[in-house]
């Protein structure tokens, strides 16, 4: 339109022409962006659903966690997890945008929303990035990262899109120039647009955070109802089987829920009360020697329907064995000196009925239970009575060793054999005695030590603290000296009879 001689009436058509080409343009663009406005609403009005729904997936696996720790106590490690690097990296976008909404007098107004100086100037310094913008960049990579740890192996589609929409990898133009992620994205656009994405970047996080949710419990559902949950079981056709007999029986799949809640259970015409985590317990009289039936019915509910399960099965009684079980409860010795607990039954005889007797062997509280502090000698021998129901006596007999209680090991500061510690240390360190490897749980005090410096007489100590005078030499020692403690002598609280060992020698090397 320009160019050559032109009439002041066509220059005036020409600016006319101008001026509604560019009042078009305006409209346009306002247009545009109150566009953006409305879908950015829309898009926050679908973010604060999506935040109702994972809060809601939360909790109910909380519940789920509450009623099945053991089967639902990972999946809810991993959930806070993401859900932690959801919420940081979507408090860090909706400060990213009220920043920018504070830069206008009216957030409601989108088509006065067409500045784009805000993250111009906070995102960019020339033609770098600044250090907003890094950090930005930075918030991103920390949460698509870390989401993928958290999922490990597996989820490659849940991972595939993640890495698709948070990558921050430069960009070419459909022109074929390269630009950063950052600058492709947000640099010279409309504060509108700007908001727009920054919401739709909200929005993914919440999509990814429900399907990753969806996924992990949709895993360990599938895990849950795999085969490899099942065990065999093998049902006999009776419980006990004579010598010369064929085994015979059957192989089934059974699987066992512990949250399973029974409505009704009735066994031989008795109504059980005893259900524990998702088991009947069973207790009742045997009865006669023999084959015995266990007949009765477990219902459970099923949506509205009660479902009745058939109980069919059956057992032997058998007489009463004639032989003892009798067994230390921590080794295959006694120690003199110690409590010994040991348990002593007759199989098929009651506690009651059962009289065991050996020097030194004391009846204690429980069933079965004694206690065996043996005297001198190398062994001790248990005889064992038990009284049948028709008043008949069996007996057995056990011989075990009598050992002594081994030699204690010398500590400096808690710390046995060769230590470096300073002289200070030395001076204030408690030297005791220690039974390490060993089965009982025994308070050992130190009465009396000796303690070596080169170059220094050897100082007796009595107790376990170093004295004046072994200070004293302690003092003279150098950096590197071998000190020696020896001949350290202990003693059994409350039972000093009983004389130890004296304990292995503590050497120390003096470390300044």
């Known amino acids: 339109m320009a160019g050559g001689k032109l009439s002041p009436r066509q220059k ?7 001026v509604f080409i560019a009042m078009m343009a305006l409209n346009m663009s306002k247009e545009v962006l109150s566009a953006f406005g409305l879908m950015n609403e829309r898009i926050s009005d679908s973010n604060a659903s999506a935040t109702v729904r994972n809060a809601a997936f939360m909790q109910g696996l909380a519940d789920k966690v509450e009623e099945q720790p053991a089967k639902y106590q990972p999946i809810k490690a991993k959930a806070d997890q993401i859900d932690k ?13 009220t920043g920018m909404l504070k830069s206008v007098k009216d957030p409601t107004k989108y088509e006065e929303m067409d500045r784009t100086d805000h993250l111009d100037e906070k995102l960019f310094v020339g033609d770098n990035m600044s250090k907003e913008g890094q950090e930005f960049i930075n918030k991103i990579k920390t949460y698509r990262e870390g989401v993928i740890q958290v999922l490990g192996e597996g989820n490659q589609d849940i991972q595939a899109d993640i890495i698709k ?41 919440k999509t990814i955070e429900s399907e990753v949710l969806s996924s992990m419990l949709a ?62 317990v069973l207790d009742f009289p045997a009865g006669a020697v023999g084959e015995r039936e266990i007949k009765g019915t477990l219902q459970f509910k099923e949506g509205n329907e009660i479902v009745d399960i058939p109980i069919v ?36 005889v009651s506690d009651n009925n059962v009289d065991a007797s050996a020097p030194g062997l004391v009846k204690g509280s429980g069933a079965g239970k004694y206690t065996m502090n043996p005297g001198a000698g190398k062994e001790v021998t248990i005889n064992v009575t038990g009284t049948l129901p028709d008043g008949s006596k069996v007996s057995d007999r056990s011989t075990f060793r009598i050992k002594d209680i081994p030699k204690p090991s010398g500590t400096i500061a808690g710390q046995p054999d060769n230590v ?18 060993f089965d009982f749980d025994l308070d050992i005090s ?3 030590f000796k303690i070596k410096v080169p170059g220094q007489p050897t100082v007796t100590v009595n107790g376990n603290k170093m004295n004046d005078q072994a200070k004293n030499a302690l003092r003279k020692a150098s950096r590197g000296d071998a000190v020696q403690i020896f001949e350290i002598k202990s003693q059994i609280k409350g039972n000093t009879s009983i004389k130890l060992l004296p304990a292995s020698p503590v050497f120390i090397e003096i470390s300044n």
């Open 12 to 18: 005036m058509i020409n600016l006319m022409y101008l």
């Open 85 to 97: 690097l959801s919420n940081e990296f979507n408090t860090y976008l909706e400060g990213l945008k």
């Open 165 to 205: 929409k948070f990558a921050t990898d430069d960009v070419k133009t459909s022109e074929g120039i390269t630009k950063g992620w950052l600058t492709y994205h947000f640099e010279g656009f409309p504060m509108v647009a700007s908001l727009t994405k920054l919401t739709q970047m909200q929005a993914d996080v």
């Open 219 to 280: 895993g360990e559902q599938v895990k849950q109802l795999s085969m490899r949950n099942y065990s065999a079981i093998v049902i006999p056709e009776k419980t006990a089987f004579f010598s010369g007999e064929n085994f015979k029986g059957k192989v089934v799949l059974g699987r066992f829920d512990n949250t399973l809640n029974f409505e009704n259970v009735v066994i031989n015409g008795n109504k059980l009360e005893n259900i524990q985590a998702g088991q009947v």
């Open 313 to 348: 099965s059956k057992y032997a009684v058998v007489p009463k064995p004639n032989s003892a079980t009798i067994s230390a409860d921590k080794m295959n010795v006694v120690y003199r000196g110690v409590p010994n607990p040991m348990t002593i039954s007759f199989a098929g």
């Open 420 to 437: 470096s510690l300073p002289k200070a240390n030395v001076e204030i360190a408690t030297v005791d005695a220690k039974l390490f490897d």
């Open 446 to 448: 130190v009465t009396s």
